[in-house]
Structure formats: C-alpha cells, structure tokens
C-alpha cells in the first residue's frame, strides 16, 4: 500500500518551454501532497505544499508563477515548470501523506528534469 | 523554522557490522521523525519512523531511538548487507511539514 507514481520519470526540453510533471497516489487518497526539489548530493529542500481543492502553499524563495501546482483531485497533483531555464534542471519528487496515517509522506519515484 | 543536523556524511562498514546514524532537531515542537533510504536515481522509501511519545522502535535489523529532552535521534542497522548500501536521510515533522537532514552516505563493504 501507500504507492505514489510520477509521470514522466525523465525529461529533456529546450530552454524557454514548460514541462508538466504528474504525481498519483495509486491506492490511497491523499488530501495534501508535497513538491521537492533535489540537486545532486544534497537533500530534498521542499518547494510547496499542494492541498486538494485550495491554492499551494509556497516555501520562501520559490516562484509561485514558474513552479505552478495543482491538485485538482484527492490522487493527483501536477507541477508545472514554466519557462524551463538550465538552472531549473533537477531532481523533482512528488510526496503524499498516508491516508490514516498523519505525518506520514510516501514518495514518488522522482522525475529527472534536463533543460538545454 | 526547524533544522535537522545529520552525522556523519558518510560511513563505511564491513558487512556484517553495524551502522549507526545520528541526527539533532532544534525545535522541540517536531512531534514525528522519520527516516528515509534513497538509492541512485529513485525517491526516497520510508525505512522506519518514530514519534515522539516514543524512545525506541525496532523493526527486524533497524531500530531507531529517540531523546526528546536533548532533541537526539539515531538510526541503528544492524548485520548489514550490501543492498544497504545507500544514502539515508533523517527527518523531523512538525504540522505536517517535514525537514530533511543533510543525508548520509553508507557503503557496506563485502
């Protein structure tokens, strides 16, 4: 149980395009999922908080109008990056909390993103 | 906000011996503190977790403990195995938001 799935799991896109990164909770419902962001050897820095229904709640220094989140139902949830730039390269992973279970985040298998 | 110190960055262990991990959490608010193992390339997996009106959990070769007073937690694997090879990552939650300490890379040695 508690298996979330991301969607694609590696991208390459040209500078300037935007590239839409989906995370599913497959067999349970997840009121709020959580976006991370991963550079090589470092740890996981969360980007925003994702609930259903409401508007995504942004960590300080990340750009609400580049990274745009929507969770539009209780198993899906999508980033968009807007505008990639190389810097925007990275490790995205997707997280949900554990229905029954508070506190408790399952992770996504992560979507490796490359902009030229 | 919280912040999560983890020692030590990297550990090397003979296989079959033991491996222990320590982290340190500032705000004694954080209620729940999971640990996390990340292979090359993949999400983290929840390994093993504690709260915090708990001092110990064991679940086969992991066990973790906790010290609320000096806001102390620790990772201990034991009779390790090369697919325990990987970096691990502590973690403190507190209303719902969950800090990652700064990882450990542990490489067992056949």
């Known amino acids: 149980g508690a298996v979330v799935s991301q969607h694609p799991s590696r991208v390459i896109c040209k500078s300037g395009t935007s590239v839409k990164i989906e995370c599913r909770s497959l067999d349970f419902q997840a009121t709020t999922m959580f976006w991370y962001r991963q550079f090589p050897k470092q740890s996981l820095m969360l980007m925003a908080t994702?609930?259903?229904?409401?508007?995504?709640?942004?960590e300080q220094g990340v750009e609400k109008d580049k990274f745009l989140i929507n969770h539009a139902s209780l198993t899906l949830s999508t980033l968009t990056v807007t505008s990639a730039h190389p810097e925007d390269s990275s490790f995205y992973i997707c997280?949900?909390?554990?229905?029954?279970?508070?506190?408790?985040?399952?992770f996504g298998p992560g979507t490796r993103l490359t902009v030229l | 906000g919280e912040n999560v110190e983890q020692h030590p960055s990297t550990l090397s262990v003979q296989e079959g011996d033991s491996a222990v991990i320590k982290c340190t959490y500032s705000?004694?608010?954080?209620?729940?503190f999971p640990w996390y193992k990340q292979e090359l390339g993949k999400g983290p997996q929840l390994i093993i977790d504690?709260?915090?009106?708990?001092g110990e959990k064991k679940d086969q070769r992991i066990a973790v403990t906790l010290n609320k007073t000096a806001k102390h937690f620790s990772l201990h694997i034991t009779e390790t195995q090369p697919e325990d090879s990987a970096v691990y990552f502590c973690a403190a939650v507190m209303n719902e938001k969950l800090t990652f300490g700064t990882g450990t890379r542990l490489t067992i040695i056949p």
């Open positions: 705000d004694s608010a954080s209620n729940y």
């Open positions: 504690i709260r915090s009106n708990v």
């Open positions: 997280s949900a909390d554990g229905q029954g279970a508070t506190d408790t985040q399952y």
């Open positions: 994702s609930n259903e229904g409401s508007k995504a709640t942004y």
